[in-house]
């Protein structure tokens, strides 16, 4: 596994900036993902497979697009003819979700090859120790970011990144 990531540069500080505003929501904030999602597949899938969902989508205009709440929604159905894989996740905080899905992706189909892209990665969760840093030992298992942090920010309720970006803050 290897984490890439553009964390010091303007182009970063660029695309980031809409996101780190904590009253955007909405179309606003997707659109922001979206750029983002772009933004990483351009640069560092491409090169990879040789990133935000909609985003990577807009590149990709012929790969699927899966929902997944839990591991368990990815079936052997939706993996038996890939060659690859890409999860998205807008944040990653400690990284056990991503080692869940990735673990359940490897159960259905083991030569996947697998790219995670990210808006943000918690630097903790790919250093020794950290719940990411085991799969650095996997072949086929790539992490791209625009950002790797070292606030260890959790958003929860009305500052969680998934609840802005479908406006649903006011559910939890």
Do not use: W
């Amino acid at each position: 596994m290897s984490l890439q990531h553009y964390t010091k540069t303007n182009a970063a500080r660029i695309l980031m900036t809409p996101t780190l505003i904590l009253e955007a929501a909405g179309i606003h904030l997707r659109t922001a993902h979206q750029s983002i999602g772009r933004h990483l597949v351009v640069i560092f899938v491409a090169n990879i497979l040789g990133l935000e969902a909609f985003g990577l989508n807009e590149v990709f205009l012929l790969a699927g697009f899966l929902h997944a709440k839990v591991p368990e929604d990815i079936t052997f159905h939706h993996v038996a003819d890939c060659f690859n894989i890409i999860l998205v996740d807008s944040v990653i905080n400690t990284g056990g979700s991503i080692v869940d899905f990735v673990r359940h992706i490897r159960k259905l189909h083991a030569t996947l090859r697998i790219v995670v892209g990210a808006g943000v990665v918690q630097s903790d969760a790919v250093k020794p120790g950290g719940m990411l840093h085991p799969l650095q030992d996997r072949v086929g298992v790539h992490i791209v970011a625009l950002r790797a942090s070292e606030n260890k920010f959790k958003g929860r309720g009305t500052v969680d990144t998934g609840n802005r970006l479908f406006n649903t803050t006011k559910l939890d």
